[in-house]
């Protein structure tokens, strides 16, 4: 069996699905750099919008969402809890690990172990073998979202 390198939350953080926050309809938020500034814009109605940093508040409330703060626009409600991606890139390697039926580690020749890998940091409901079903099903509700 081919061994796998681990797969990281930045590799999917260049083109971010969110929700425009003047219209409410699908909008980017592109960055050149992973955890660098970048600008949000919408071709639904035109708005542009730059911040320094992306936060994703996949449960956002009733409150204001400060200037940084995006609605991740591929987000579903899942388990009790809210599933979310980044993009179909993200949602292809959310279902690769989540569908798995033996998820190994494998220690870097480098560093050794890590927990910066995306499985290691994910909720333990989403790895939860009694909600793979659930989940992998989640995950395609989110591939139908996509624009």
Known sequence: MKERAPTYLDRFMSQVLVRCPACGEAAV??????????????ASCGAVRSASTLRLVPEPG???????????????????????????????ALEEIVGARLRERTRDEVHGWSNQAMSSRLPGWVLAAKHRDEVLVGLERLRAMAP
């Open 29 to 42: 938020f592109a960055r050149p750099a992973p955890y660098g500034s970048g600008r949000m814009t919408c």
């Open 62 to 92: 009733r409150r204001e969402l400060a200037a940084d703060e995006f609605v991740p626009w591929l987000a579903t409600p899942c388990c009790g809890e809210t599933l979310w991606a980044a993009n179909l890139a993200h949602v292809a």
